[in-house]
């Protein structure tokens, strides 16, 4: 009984190659560790659209304030080069990035090449099985070490928490064209651990707009 209940006739392989972090006996391990004044985040979802679709919004630069927290403007410059402005309560931060992959409907992978802030990343478009839709991975680096990540925590939101939130968000745009969000809703007192969580979960960061459409 027991082993019939471990049986899955239909389940498919997972992939064995890819390079959004190292994959062990069919399953991705986990990113590197955070070391040498560098930190790692990947992240997965399932989203319910083709790969070929989630390539192309992702590569969409015109749609990226949409959905990404705090883009203020992201300026094609060159054939591989961008040029982006963050915006933190006023305050931009701003660098120019460069294509490194350009893989239509399977990865796009991009680093920093000058600016205020470093951060190099890979995002793969899997197929999910039974044409499910499609397994995003998301694997980011942020040239900062802990230190730096901690100041980042207090004062806005940790980097690994952005970078989870707007795969999140992605993932609502290309489904609905919306991006849930409870800002603005009411609710009770949340006592002294309830502000402190959600000082430390960024809540006061505005959510991206999507494309706002009427209910």
Not at 133 to 152: P, R
Request: with cysteine; aromatic share 8%.
């Amino acid at each position: 009984m027991a082993d019939a209940l471990r049986e899955t006739p239909n389940r498919e392989d997972l992939p064995r190659v890819g390079s959004a972090g190292v994959i062990e006996n069919g399953r991705y391990m986990p990113p590197p560790a955070d070391m040498d004044g560098k930190t790692w985040v990947r992240t997965t979802a399932l989203v319910q659209a083709s790969p070929l679709d989630c390539y192309e919004l992702w590569r969409n630069y015109n749609a990226v304030p949409l959905w990404q927290e705090q883009i203020k403007e992201v300026r094609i410059t060159g054939p591989k080069i961008s040029h982006w402005v963050w915006d933190v309560d006023g305050k931009t931060t701003e660098w120019d990035e460069e294509l490194m992959q350009d893989e239509p409907g399977k990865r796009i992978a991009w680093r920093t090449i000058q600016g205020d802030a470093y951060n190099a990343g890979e995002v793969i478009f899997d197929e999910a099985p039974g044409g499910r839709g499609t397994l995003i991975t998301y694997l980011q680096e942020f040239g900062e070490g802990k230190a730096k990540t901690a100041i980042d925590t207090v004062r806005n939101r940790n980097p690994k928490q952005s970078v989870i939130e707007n795969l999140r968000h992605f993932k609502a745009f290309m489904e609905t064209g919306e991006i849930p969000r409870t800002q603005g809703q009411p609710h009770g007192p949340r006592g002294m651990s309830g502000n402190l969580k959600a000082e430390l979960y960024g809540e006061h960061i505005k959510t991206p707009p999507g494309l706002k459409r009427a209910s």
